[in-house]
């Protein structure tokens, strides 16, 4: 078998890449969390759970609600910038 062949055979024994967004459901509703690896954020953003920067270049999650809030037409407008531990207590 050549290289190429074998190469291609591993790849479809793999699993599926992850969902870039996830559907999570919290006490106040429903959201879509996606993950940032950090290594696409260039720019410091607040953290809605613990009030302090997350920094550039650190991992963490951007949530927003599934359903919009009244003044909103899309609930991605409503973005949030989370640690990734104050997210998981947020329950």
Same mark, same amino acid.
């Given at each position: 078998?050549?290289?190429? &062949?074998?190469?291609?055979?591993?790849?479809?024994?793999? /699993? !599926?890449?992850?969902?870039?967004?996830?559907?999570?459901?919290? #006490?106040?509703?429903?959201? +879509?969390? #996606?993950? $940032? @690896?950090?290594? @696409?954020?260039? &720019?410091?953003?607040?953290?809605? *759970?613990?009030?302090?920067? $997350?920094?550039?270049? @650190? !991992?963490?999650?951007?949530? +927003?609600?599934?359903?919009?809030?009244?003044?909103? @037409?899309?609930?991605?407008? /409503? #973005?949030?910038? +989370?640690?990734?531990?104050? +997210? /998981?207590?947020? *329950?």
């Amino acid at each position: 078998m050549s290289r190429r &062949k074998a190469a291609a055979a591993r790849a479809a024994r793999r /699993e !599926p890449p992850a969902p870039r967004e996830q559907l999570v459901h919290r #006490r106040a509703g429903d959201f +879509w969390q #996606r993950f $940032i @690896t950090g290594t @696409t954020s260039s &720019k410091p953003y607040r953290c809605p *759970g613990c009030d302090q920067l $997350i920094p550039p270049a @650190t !991992p963490h999650f951007v949530v +927003w609600p599934d359903v919009p809030s009244l003044l909103e @037409t899309d609930g991605v407008n /409503e #973005r949030r910038h +989370w640690h990734q531990r104050c +997210w /998981e207590r947020h *329950g």
